[in-house]
């Protein structure tokens, strides 16, 4: 099991970037899939990018070129740069981890506390 903690939220205006970090406390195996998750209030937990075990990234079509994903393998934390925030993107930012990469996340196991964005228009 791995701990994850995620940084990097805040209070943003539209149109404003954030960039948030997960920070692991063990070397995340390559065959591990990997994902950053938001969920804003009344709504269900939702894909914002997954990070295949290949390392291939997926991302969901209402962040689609305008987040990135990336990862520093030295400090074991996965990022996501968040830019041309929009007000629908406000919710609670989660990163994921899964040995097993099961397609449904719910199931992942390892998951952060989750780093709050607001964007205000």
């Known amino acids: 099991q791995v701990q994850l903690v995620e940084s990097g939220g805040g209070s943003v205006q539209a149109g404003g970037s954030l960039r948030l970090a997960c920070a692991a406390s063990?070397?995340?195996?390559?065959?591990?899939?990997m994902g950053w998750f938001r969920q804003a209030p009344g709504k269900e937990r939702e894909v914002v990018a997954r990070?295949?075990?290949?390392?291939?990234?997926r991302y969901e079509e209402a962040v689609k070129g305008r987040v990135t994903v990336s990862k520093d393998n030295a400090k074991n934390t996965l990022y996501l740069q968040m830019n041309s925030l929009k007000p629908e993107d406000t919710a609670k930012y989660y990163c994921?981890?899964?040995?097993?990469?099961?397609?449904?996340?719910?199931?992942?196991?390892?998951w952060g506390q989750g780093t709050q964005v607001t964007v205000s228009s």
């Open positions: 994921a981890a899964d040995s097993l990469c099961r397609i449904d996340f719910h199931k992942w196991q390892d």
């Open positions: 063990a070397v995340i195996r390559s065959t591990y899939c």
């Open positions: 990070v295949g075990s290949e390392g291939s990234i």
